[in-house]
């Protein structure tokens, strides 16, 4: 039995202070287990990093342990190795880990189970009998509504019986002081998806080159000490990817493991949970963000308890509890949504494969445009790949036309947002009743408020960035601090009315194509229109059902949705993003163009995509629409081996922030100096230098960029710096490990 106990207190110190165990509570207190310890004269929460014989502090200076946490919350010592890892690799502090392992509503411990009021029969004859003296009294309608109900279900819960017998609480109340139904408290785990119903499916025959696929993946979980861990799924949209993924997690479970499904939180949609609800029934537990507290501290219960087998959610699934790991899956794997934007600042990809590694377990990562990062540690072979070139159902890829803006011009040079060729296609398909998907790329700039007089730009006063205007709303916002301003009527500056907005949104496209395609149904899809989890899932269905033609929409309507009827997908600015300043904007414009024109001819009609550009003869958008993956690999990958930019390498940012800005550079300057002897001599390093946004509410940005290979001496200085090193006091620094932007 070990002495002692090496403990995380709640707070954010980087700090692991010692305990003893109390002999009372020898072999009860456990690596991951939350305990309460003394800490300056109060009870803090604290959990157990490790046990140990061995302390630095004399022993009669150490505090004993004073109980186990109530909650009983106990984090996988597997998760608790993890988190050391994330906090060591992505420098942040190990407390900051520990959240990221925990979802708040079991780190705080403050939510207990949820109970429900239950509704029985309490005795048969009786009840039957009160039916039959009563039928057909108006005054009697309620209580024998529920009656018949409770007669026919054995247990009901109250919002049911209150739902189906259309009644209030008086009749219930009634009821239960007859003593003719029973009323108990049930404990129940939330069910986020109860009202989800679904038909169970079967695995289908694979095609070949998903047999293929599978072969490896099942040779790779049946062996564990296979040399790669890792396989990349590379399959074009619509290959049956996810029939792979069903049939490997079939293969997991039977070899008694559990399974881990990642995917966007944007395409974490009902249909796509429908197919693995279908598959494996309730051994599945959704997670996502709109998940009430309760709701969240249940499902890790859940799988804390080995109830479910298989977790489906966004980024922070991949830290459920499990204990017998034996595959992850993280689905469109290049989507940089699964970086966080806030400490700690991990990669839900690169995570999953070193929990893979630390569990033994499979890692697949799938997508139809793999990152960077990963197609080119399958080339390296350090990760398994296997490709799917071929749609799944009998369908063909679309055919995509790109248009040339420049050819578009009327008389006065003018160019509309529509191409002549675009309005063309789109009148096509309406009349023979097929659906229109029209897509507007919104990376890169918003729509911003300009004066055709004096150049007037109206810019947020907090922030270096421009307001982004909102029509409908008729207002001025700031996407970093939330400001918010009602837009003015003429010029701030010279007061003249000739105010305009530039930069088209999906806004615009919505009122034009309502005027070009009478009386075509037009919806439209983006963080404007689509405020709640139910607006968005309504406009689905109601596309789906046939109830609009055209669809319009950003991003969100790129992803993972299947509409058999659509026929033409438009995207009416593929150069936007294009030139956004990093080495990363032809990688994202070329996922997104793939990922837009997979939309297209997913049923029995053969698809077509109009991309319109003024660049036709820009390389990404030619390789995107020759639908060639490689070509755009190798041609883009000659730059960035040139630059020393990722995958060649790998890429810290430091970040430094505060309202004075001579303490900022300053900070930033001697940071520089401090970290220069870490950098060998084959780093490079963007030496001390402004942020792209200069300013974020009222905060001037510096920062610094290392490129290269092993950083690791690096990385580990810069953790040091990050939580001993001096600073003027309000500078903010912070690291972001394998960053995706440097703005
Ligand atoms: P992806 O995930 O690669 O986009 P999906 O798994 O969604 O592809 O597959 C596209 C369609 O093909 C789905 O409707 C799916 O049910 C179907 N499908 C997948 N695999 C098969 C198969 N082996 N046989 C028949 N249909 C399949
Ligand atoms: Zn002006
Ligand atoms: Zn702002």
């Excluded at 993924?245 to 974490?268: D, T």
Aim: neutral net charge; aromatic residues 8%; glycine residues 6%.
């Amino acid at each position: 039995m070990s002495k002692y106990a090496r403990v995380i207190v709640d707070l954010s110190l980087d700090r692991i202070f010692d305990y003893v165990i109390p002999d009372e509570l020898k072999g009860l207190v456990q690596v991951g287990g939350q305990v309460n310890v003394p800490f300056n004269r109060s009870l803090r929460r604290g959990y157990v990093l490790a046990l140990t014989d061995e302390t630095d502090c004399p022993p009669d200076k150490l505090k004993p342990v004073e109980a186990l946490a109530e909650t009983h919350v106990m984090i996988p010592q597997s998760l608790v190795k993890l988190g050391e890892w994330i906090a060591d690799y992505y420098c942040c502090s190990r407390e900051q880990a520990v959240r990221a392992l925990l979802p708040g509503a079991v780190r705080s411990g403050k939510i207990k189970h949820k109970t429900l009021k239950m509704y029985s029969i309490a005795d048969n004859i009786k009840a039957e009998q009160y039916v039959l003296e009563h039928e057909g009294k108006k005054r009697y309608e309620k209580q024998l509504a529920i009656l018949k109900l409770l007669l026919t279900h054995r247990e009901v819960f109250k919002d049911k019986v209150l739902r189906d017998a259309d009644c209030s609480d008086s009749p219930l109340k009634t009821l239960v002081k007859a003593e003719l139904i029973t009323e108990e408290e049930r404990t129940v785990h939330r069910d986020p998806f109860e009202n989800v119903s679904v038909i169970p499916d079967f695995p289908k025959e694979p095609t070949a080159e998903q047999a293929a696929a599978l072969e490896k993946i099942n040779a790779m979980i049946e062996d564990e000490k296979r040399n790669k861990h890792v396989m990349l799924l590379h399959g074009i949209t619509g290959s049956g990817k996810t029939e792979v993924y069903l049939q490997a997690i079939e293969k997991a479970l039977g070899a008694g493991k559990e399974a881990i499904v990642l995917v966007p939180e944007i395409s974490l949609t009902p249909q796509t949970v429908r197919r693995f609800r279908a598959r494996f029934g309730d051994r599945v537990s959704v997670l996502h963000s709109r998940l009430t507290e309760g709701e969240r501290f249940d499902e890790w219960t859940k799988v804390s308890e080995g109830l479910v087998k298989i977790v489906i959610g966004a980024r922070s699934a991949l830290f459920a509890p499990f204990r017998h790991l034996g595959l992850v899956i993280v689905d469109e794997e290049h989507e940089s949504s699964y970086k966080q934007g806030s400490h700690p600042r991990y990669h839900a990809r690169d995570v999953a494969v070193m929990r893979g590694a630390m569990e033994k377990a499979v890692v697949i990562l799938g997508s139809a445009t793999p990152s960077f990062e990963s197609y080119y540690n399958a080339l390296t072979e350090k990760y398994e790949y296997a490709e799917l070139k071929q749609r799944a159902e009998k369908c063909f890829l679309p055919r995509i036309d790109l248009v040339d803006m420049r050819m578009d011009a009327d008389d006065d040079g003018k160019v509309g947002l529509f191409s002549k060729s675009l309005v063309q296609a789109v009148r096509d398909r309406l009349f023979r009743g097929e659906q229109v998907i029209l897509f507007m790329n919104r990376l890169g700039f918003a729509r911003q408020m300009m004066c055709d007089q004096c150049g007037y730009v109206a810019n947020c006063p907090n922030c270096s960035v421009s307001y982004t205007y909102h029509r409908r709303r008729n207002t001025l916002s700031c996407h970093l601090c939330g400001s918010v301003m009602r837009a003015p009527e003429v010029c701030p500056e010279c007061s003249s009315p000739e105010i305009k907005y530039s930069g088209s949104g999906t806004e615009k496209i919505e009122s034009i194509a309502g005027e070009l395609f009478k009386p075509a149904r037009v919806v439209r899809m983006d963080s404007d229109t689509m405020r709640s989890a139910s607006s968005y899932e309504d406009a689905l269905d109601g596309f789906k059902r046939g109830e609009t033609d055209i669809l319009i929409g950003t991003q969100m309507i790129a992803k993972g949705l299947h509409f058999p009827n659509v026929t033409l997908v438009g995207v009416l600015n593929a150069d936007q993003g294009l030139y956004m300043p990093d080495f990363r904007a032809g990688e994202r414009t070329f996922q997104l163009l793939t990922q837009v024109a997979g939309r297209a001819g997913r049923g029995d009609v053969s698809g077509q995509v109009i991309i319109q550009t003024f660049n036709p003869h820009n390389e990404t958008i030619e390789y995107a629409a020759a639908h060639d993956y490689k070509g755009f690999y190798d041609f883009d990958m000659m730059v960035r081996e040139m630059l020393t930019y990722p995958p060649d390498g790998h890429l810290i940012t430091l970040y430094f922030s505060g309202p004075v800005e001579r303490d900022v550079r300053t900070c930033c300057e001697s940071y520089m100096e401090l970290l220069r002897p870490y950098c060998h001599n084959k780093v490079i390093i963007s030496e001390p230098a402004p942020a792209p946004i200069e300013r974020i509410e009222g905060k001037y940005r510096y920062l610094i960029i290392f490129r290269g290979h092993r950083l690791k001496q690096l990385r580990e200085a810069i953790r040091h710096l990050l939580f001993h090193g001096e600073r003027p006091k309000g500078v903010d620094v912070y690291a972001d490990v394998d960053a995706l932007s440097q703005m």
